[in-house]
């Protein structure tokens, strides 16, 4: 759990120690959900913990033993066993264990259909992997089973006379034959990572095939339900580095010592500095302008590091967020206090004057535009945050326009969502920003987090 991403100290292991002493360890799900609790302590952690468990705890070795068996062709008098599977069949046998929702019988049924059908081609020929090892396949058996294709024949043996009329009815089974066939899809893949396992060892099944946490999800190869479960986390992301702030400025409220002060208050101690004087700290919060590429695949870091600073805006006197594809516009007004956020990057290219040309991002022109337009929205009080992986397209990166405006800044940094060692990579001119500006390598949300602790005012 710990290469992970999972904090498990010493505390949660004494914890986890008890859970093993007062449960009876041949209870699997009672000890699922005891060591849970000793060893979770924030969201978003219990998937990495459920997928470990399964890994570590299996429920079975091997093919399993159990009750559901998988029909074969020509094996109604027992007289072909190792016979091709029967697909019709096995559908048949499927759907009655959805509509009944027993979840035992569907997880042998799991078992099953993944020891027949995951290492089965269409001739029936097993998959070898390196080593001559067994290859299983969740997407090869879900192909082959089509459980989505059953729904409608499953609503139509739960409907009865009188309800046939009822929409709210069909509607509320639907969802819960739905849910149950995504069940189901789940026990094919966990069975799969578990057959894996056996095979190839733990370990190795451990580094590919556990999920991420979300905060620890790379911003450019994130998909859709990535994406949305980062944007879950932003409040309290936003939460935990203010309280940190508030720590940062309660050891921070004295200022430097002030040593005239001190040697004057010395007299009345015969010079010995008894009571130290310091300086009073006016901090102020400073202001902040946000200059986003919204382009292509950086949109989702752009639109999750925006969130992140609409939630911590009480930290800035004044916040201007301005976006550019090729060139800049400000899009101050969709950030407001209040203002609905979830379809707010789609607003920004559709109502913001972007594109000039070809839609490709031109940061030399984008720079070049803000500075004519809304230079004076940097003053010695503004700290700029530039947002965006500095790819040109081979274009002028106007590096006189953008050293200009970090002169003129009280902060300026940039943050990158490329890893670094791809910077300065074809038409990158990360490396030649980076002369002028400091730049922070930003791919996931636990980066981020940590530059924009550090960036936050004290």
Known sequence: MRRHGVAVGPGETVDAARVLGALDLLHREHLREGLAAALLRRSGQRQVFDTLFELYFPAALGAGVGEVEVPRVGDEDGDAPDGP??????????????????????????????DALGTSGAAGTAVRGAGGQPSWSAYQALRMLSPETLLARIMDDLRTGEEEGNPFADEVRRREIRDRIAAFRKMITDEVRRRTAEARGREQVARTAVPKQAEQVEFLSAHAEQLTALRRTVHPLARRLASRLAVRRKHAKRGTLDMRRTLRRSMSTGG??????????????????????????VAGFSHFTLLLVQALREQFSKVRVFAF???????????????????????????????????????????????????????????????GDARTNYRDPNLTVLRRLVGAARHAHWLNPEPRRQWGSGDSAALRYADVIPMHECRTAAQLADVVEALLPV
Do not use: N
């Open 85 to 114: 599977v029967d697909i019709d069949a096995l559908r048949d046998v499927l759907a009655d264990l959805l509509r009944d929702g027993d979840t035992d019988a569907l997880a042998e049924l799991a078992r099953a259909v993944v």
């Open 272 to 297: 010995v500095p008894m009571r130290p004087a310091y300086r009073t700290r006016r901090p102020g919060r400073p202001e902040l302008v946000v200059l986003c590429d919204v382009s292509g695949s």
């Open 325 to 387: 594809v090729e060139r800049a516009d400000e899009v101050t007004h969709l950030f407001s206090p209040g203002a609905e956020l979830s379809g707010v990057m789609q607003r920004v290219l559709r109502e913001a004057e972007l594109v000039a040309f070809d839609g490709h991002s031109d940061y030399g022109s984008a720079l070049g535009g803000f500075a004519e337009h809304w230079g004076e929205a940097i003053t010695s009080k503004t700290s700029l945050l530039v947002l």
